[in-house]
């Protein structure tokens, strides 16, 4: 089978690789779709801490039940999207429903073998079934709408907030429309420095969005009148936590996805006069069920996020893309 592998940081290549075979507990899927992520090209080149070499990457990934390990019953065919989330079950994040800060996380596509291969064997627990009204395009997606399920269920989201979002990439974008379409919140507004990105949010459910190149963002809401009640930051740069907390509004909750290695400088007196929450949020815990229902009732248009499609053997086009093209790239899916 072809599988896609960082070699090391920096060597991205084709493999022949045997097909694997399920150990007990696995399934394994006959891969049809999957995503290109922002941490996959972090494994390329060397800056993901995580990360062991040589890794088949890929965590967003889309195929059919091909062959089943010892001890599980699935049925052959079946349609299914993966959950790169595998945990131990017994630590205490896991015995708190955290899984996806498990004491031996080990990550799909990261710290084991993942997606962008012919054929990839995953627990089985790991293998959601996907119904037949969600089509191969929207299936990938499952993973970055996780992410958006998962730090909307730490701050949660009121019919009544007024929220601001920081960054209008492929998260960015998941963040907003589970914001307007799960939740229908008041008013969402989302920044950027990117024009074409900035109408992409509008696209995807924002009202008002501000480009932050060339304009201050506390100074812009003061004139809007605008104190957000709730705060996603999407675009994660370690300066972004000391200026949200400056704008928010009192009782305001603020979520962070950020990995940054640099300190953010936050004032707790700030923090503490308007009694501010703040959620930190890796990955996801056991949200794919939920992911799957928003994608069943048609509420969400994860298609809206696929700007381009690639066959495997296109992958250095797909990367050179998704990587260098920021103004008209979004998610970029490979086609096995
Ligand atoms: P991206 O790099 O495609 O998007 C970030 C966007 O933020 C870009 O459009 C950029 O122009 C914009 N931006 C940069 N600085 C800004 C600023 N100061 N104000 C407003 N916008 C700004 O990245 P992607 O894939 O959308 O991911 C976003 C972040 O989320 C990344 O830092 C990533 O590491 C993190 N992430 C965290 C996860 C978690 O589980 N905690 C999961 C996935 C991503
Ligand atoms: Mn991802
Ligand atoms: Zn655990």
Redesign the pocket.
């Known amino acids: 089978m072809k599988s896609l592998v960082v070699e090391r940081p920096g060597r991205l290549s084709i493999e022949t690789r045997p097909v694997p075979e399920p150990s007990a507990g696995e399934v394994r899927i006959k891969v049809e779709r999957a995503g290109i992520?922002?941490?996959d090209i972090?494994i390329l080149h060397g800056s993901n801490p995580f990360a062991r070499y040589p890794r088949v990457i890929g965590h967003e990934f889309f195929g059919r039940i091909d062959k089943l390990g010892d001890g599980v019953s699935a049925r052959l065919g079946a349609r299914v999207v993966v959950d790169p989330v595998v945990a131990c079950g017994h630590c205490y994040p896991c015995s708190v429903g955290r899984p996806?800060v498990c004491a031996e996380l080990a990550v799909l596509g990261v710290h084991r073998d993942g997606g962008f291969s012919e054929y990839a064997c995953v627990p089985a627990a790991n293998a959601h079934l996907l119904p037949d009204s969600v089509d191969d395009d929207k299936a990938p997606l499952v993973e970055?709408f996780s992410?958006a399920a998962?730090?909307t269920d730490h701050t949660r989201v009121f019919a009544s907030d007024v929220a601001l979002v920081?960054?209008?990439?492929?998260?960015?974008?998941t963040v907003i429309q589970v914001l307007k379409h799960v939740y229908g919140v008041k008013q969402l507004i989302v920044?950027?420095?990117?024009d074409s990105?900035l109408e992409a949010a509008q696209r995807n459910g924002a009202d008002r969005v501000i480009n932050?190149a060339n304009t201050a963002?506390p100074a812009a809401l003061a004139d809007a009148g605008v104190r957000p009640t709730l705060i996603i930051d999407?675009?994660?740069?370690p300066?972004?936590l000391a200026e949200a907390i400056e704008i928010a509004s009192p009782a305001a909750r603020i979520g962070?996805?950020?990995?940054?290695a640099e300190p953010s400088t936050i004032v707790q007196q700030k923090v503490t006069a308007k009694e501010l929450a703040i959620h930190?949020?890796?990955?996801?815990s056991g949200k794919f069920a939920k992911v799957i229902d928003w994608f069943a009732r048609g509420i969400l248009q994860p298609e809206r996020l696929i700007t381009h499609r690639y066959g495997l053997d296109a992958y250095a086009t797909a990367f050179d893309t998704f990587e260098h093209n920021?103004t008209e790239c979004?998610k970029v899916q490979l086609i096995f």
């Open positions: 992520c922002g941490s972090h996806n970055p992410i998962n730090i920081y960054g209008a990439g492929p998260i960015g974008l920044t950027d420095r990117i990105r932050t963002l999407a675009a994660c740069h300066a972004i962070l996805l950020g990995f940054s930190a949020s890796r990955l996801n920021q979004c």
